[in-house]
């Protein structure tokens, strides 16, 4: 019913930049909010940032500064600017999204993930 897919993933400098990008697709009604997951070998996957449908954000402490999220409603696509990159920043990030198929289901659907690798 929906699909994520993230891109923008890859191999950056310590200092360096990447964009990544999600969009959904399917059948559903609405979305409340997209974000950004991360997942390093050995790690608990946490919270890198997140937005409403509204615009209202949410980052994790460690990228506040360095990271900023934004969507565009209308092509369903939520994107991840990230400067400033540090080695500790490497990991898999997969996309999340939650909202409306109908009045009687809900979705929160993951993306597959995208490697963002950060060199020293």
């Known amino acids: 019913?929906?699909?994520?897919?993230?891109?923008?993933?890859?191999?950056v400098q310590a200092g360096g930049s990447l964009r990544l990008s999600c969009a959904a697709s399917g059948s559903f009604f609405r979305i409340n909010a997209m974000g950004w997951y991360r997942q390093a070998p050995g790690k608990q996957r946490e919270l890198v940032a997140r937005i409403s449908s509204g615009g209202s954000t949410n980052y994790a402490d460690s990228v506040?500064?360095?990271?900023?999220?934004?969507?565009?409603?209308?092509?369903?696509?939520?994107?991840?600017?990230?400067?400033?990159?540090?080695?500790?920043?490497?990991?898999?990030?997969s996309c999340n999204a939650v909202g409306i198929v109908s009045a009687v289901s809900t979705f929160d659907r993951w993306g597959q993930g995208t490697q963002v690798t950060v060199s020293s």
């Open 64 to 93: 506040k500064g360095r990271f900023t999220i934004s969507r565009d409603n209308a092509k369903n696509t939520v994107y991840l600017q990230m400067n400033n990159l540090k080695p500790e920043d490497t990991a898999v990030y």
């Open 1 to 11: 019913q929906v699909q994520l897919v993230e891109s923008g993933g890859g191999l």
